[in-house]
Every structure is written in structure tokens, then in C-alpha cells.
């Protein structure tokens, strides 16, 4: 018969260590309680090191009262440093898929505990173990991959597209969907796109310059870099005080080759430095039309006399007509839309130059993807139409 084993508990133990250092001989008193005297001994050691808390139990740690206090903050620390580890490499898979959360977690299994990634990752272990054992039927995948697209887009637009653009970005990746499907998805995943909010031009044309004819006459669709760019002024509050935002777009692709930030309206802080940027990025051809409203920053003798030296043709917008410059008006509503009209607060100075750089230079230039450009990124567009532009010289 294999040897039974006699189970102790802590307390009992304990007192049989306190007794021990009464008696004159540990060998005897090992016999008497019929414990074997190495395991007395052992016993006798950990209790020195450990005192009460010398025996747990299987599974728990032994830490000395005096140190519990501090074993638990550590422990709490460990705990909080080891889901903010799981947070970290997760977070990747969140806008993948259910699917792809469910391969990370399977892929961790000898790392983490499945408890404790299903719960920071918000997975359901039941549904996971199911997925782990027979797998997801394809049309739940593809559901369920389709969702997690459409909110990653959604989010990354800076919740700005609706359906028509989500979907064109969708089909771009290989999912063939229409839009009235899109907003089907959208509404059952609470997306809602911001409304549009009025714009409100600020335009100083009560001066006696001369004002140029409308010479663009509207016509928004250039076939080559700098042929047309437009531009106009608009007002942010901050904090502080009122900040003008000028900018300067190259109709061909939409992109703002040139912007400043002042704190006010004359032509020196205003159009000229944007001007300034505008031409060190892009190539002035002769012959390039300027289109601005009438007013008295675009008007004076100072920009004027800079137009005319890169022999520019001066176009401004008629009198009350906000349709003749509609394009950098539209850049501008939709500037205040994702940029300023999300934020509870107002900025101050250096915050709003942060935010309108990060948003000019780094989503409208290069990430946001323009309905005129038939849905593509500047930078995509470009890059295709220089393609097509090699190919017809091929």
C-alpha cells in the first residue's frame, strides 16, 4: 500500500513550533507528536524566517506579518504593471477583429492567464474557448471583421466620414460593400458622423484697392499643379484672445501648400508668411491663378507687387458671392468640424499651433481621403497620377 501522508494545519503547526523550544530534546518530542524530526526542523526554520505566516497553505506565498502590508502594495503594483503589459501588446489587435483578439490570446496562453486577458481585453472566455475549439463560421467572421473596419475607419477619420467614404475605403481594402449597407452597419454600431455647423467668413473688402475680376470663374478642377490656388482667412477663439488662420490650397490636389497662424489681420502676418511657405514648397508657373476674396490683405499694394513678381494672374471672388471661393471656404468648414468643434475647451496659444499643424500637415495632407480626389489621400493621387503621367510619356 503506498504511504498515507499526514496533513497538518497552520495553527497547528505554529504551536507545535512554540512547544518545541520548551523541551529539552527535539528528537523526543518529534516522537512523541510522531512527526519525523527533519520535518520538525524545517518547520522550526520557517517559522523563524517567516513567523506566523510561515504556513499558507499550497499555492501561497509566505511573507512575515510585518511585511504583508508592503507584499500586498507590491503585489497590487506587479498586478497593475502586468495588465497595463497585456494592454499594451492588445491594443494592436483591437481595431483587427474579435478573430485577431482571440489568435493574441491563444498565442499568450503560457504568459498571461486567459482570465485576466479576456477581461483587460473585453472578450468573453466562454465565446473564446468556443472559437478555440471549433472556430468561427466564415460569414460570422466576415460580419465581425467588417464591423471592426468600419469603426476603425470611423475613428481614424476623426469621426468624420459618413457612409459614401467608409465604403469607398472599404472596397479599397477588398471588401465589396455599397454605402446604403454601410450606414446599416454604422447605425447598429451607434456611428454617427458630426453635423455641419454654418460657416461664418470674416472678409474686411471696405478699402479702396484695386480688386481683380473673377478670373477662375469657378472652375475648381485645374489639370496640373499649380495652375489655381486659393485662399482665405478665418478666426479661431482661444483662451486668450482671437487667432487668425490663413491658408493657401493648390486646387489640383487639395493640398494646403501654405498657412499661417497670427494674432492679426495684417497682410505681413497673414498672407505674406503663408505665401512665403507656400512658394518654398511648391513651384510657382508662370501664369498661376490666385484666387482670394476681396479682401483688404489680398487687395493691398504689398501682396500685389509679391503676385506680380511671380507673374501670377490676381482672380478674386465677386462681390457677395461666397460660391466663387467655395473650395478653401469648404476646407475651412471642415477644418472647425474635426478640429475645433470637438474640443470642450479652448486652447491656448500653443496648443492650437500644435493641434493645426498635427491636422494640416499630418491627417488633411497625408491621410484624409478627399471625395474629389476621387476618394483617395493627396499622397495617393499623386502618386497615381504621376503613374499615368510616365506611362503616356512612355
Not at 475680376?213 to 472652375?219: E, R, T
Amino acid at each position: 500500500m503506498p504511504k498515507e501522508y499526514r496533513k497538518f494545519d497552520a495553527a497547528f503547526k505554529v504551536n507545535v513550533v512554540r512547544l518545541s523550544y520548551e523541551k529539552k530534546c527535539l528528537k523526543d518530542f518529534a516522537a512523541e507528536l510522531d512527526i519525523d524530526q527533519n520535518v520538525l526542523s524545517r518547520w522550526r526554520r520557517e517559522y523563524k524566517k517567516f513567523g506566523t505566516g510561515s504556513f499558507p497553505g499550497i499555492g501561497y506565498p509566505r511573507v512575515h506579518p510585518d511585511n504583508k502590508k508592503l507584499f500586498e502594495l507590491e503585489k497590487r503594483s506587479k498586478k497593475s504593471d502586468l495588465r497595463l503589459e497585456i494592454l499594451k501588446k492588445g491594443t494592436p489587435y483591437l481595431f483587427q477583429g474579435k478573430p485577431a483578439l482571440y489568435a493574441f490570446i491563444k498565442d499568450n496562453e503560457d504568459k498571461y492567464t486567459i482570465n485576466l486577458m479576456c477581461e483587460i481585453l473585453g472578450i468573453c472566455k466562454r465565446i473564446y474557448f468556443k472559437w478555440k475549439k471549433t472556430g468561427i463560421p466564415k460569414k460570422h467572421l466576415h460580419v465581425a471583421l467588417l464591423k471592426e473596419e468600419i469603426t476603425a475607419i470611423f475613428l481614424s477619420s476623426k469621426k468624420e466620414y459618413g457612409r459614401d467614404k467608409i465604403a469607398k475605403e472599404l472596397n479599397r481594402r477588398g471588401f465589396k460593400i455599397a454605402p446604403r449597407m454601410v450606414s446599416n452597419y454604422m447605425q447598429l454600431l451607434g456611428l454617427r458622423s458630426r453635423s455641419k455647423r454654418k460657416f461664418k467668413a470674416t472678409t474686411d473688402s471696405k478699402h479702396n484697392y484695386y480688386t481683380a475680376p473673377n478670373i477662375l470663374n469657378q472652375q475648381f478642377k485645374p489639370d496640373f499643379p499649380s495652375q489655381a490656388w486659393v485662399s482665405d482667412i478665418t478666426y479661431i477663439q482661444t483662451k486668450s484672445r482671437f487667432l487668425y488662420l490663413t491658408i493657401i490650397m493648390d486646387l489640383y490636389d487639395r493640398k494646403i501648400v501654405g498657412w499661417s497662424l497670427s494674432g492679426s489681420l495684417h497682410t505681413k502676418t497673414t498672407i505674406l508668411p503663408a505665401w512665403e511657405m507656400a512658394v518654398a514648397r511648391r513651384k510657382v508657373l508662370d501664369g498661376l491663378i490666385f484666387h482670394s476674396d476681396r479682401g483688404v490683405q489680398y487687395a493691398n499694394r504689398a501682396f500685389a507687387a509679391r503676385l506680380n513678381s511671380y507673374q501670377c494672374v490676381r482672380s478674386m471672388s465677386r462681390k457677395g458671392s461666397h460660391l466663387d471661393n467655395a473650395v478653401a471656404e469648404s476646407f475651412f468648414s471642415s477644418f472647425k468640424r474635426e478640429l475645433i468643434y470637438q474640443k470642450t475647451d479652448l486652447l491656448n496659444e500653443p496648443e492650437l499651433k500644435e493641434e493645426i499643424t498635427d491636422y494640416i500637415e499630418n491627417w488633411y495632407n497625408k491621410k484624409r481621403i478627399h471625395s474629389t480626389l476621387n476618394y483617395k489621400t493627396i499622397e495617393q493621387f499623386n502618386a497615381g497620377e504621376s503613374r499615368v503621367q510616365i506611362s503616356h510619356h512612355d
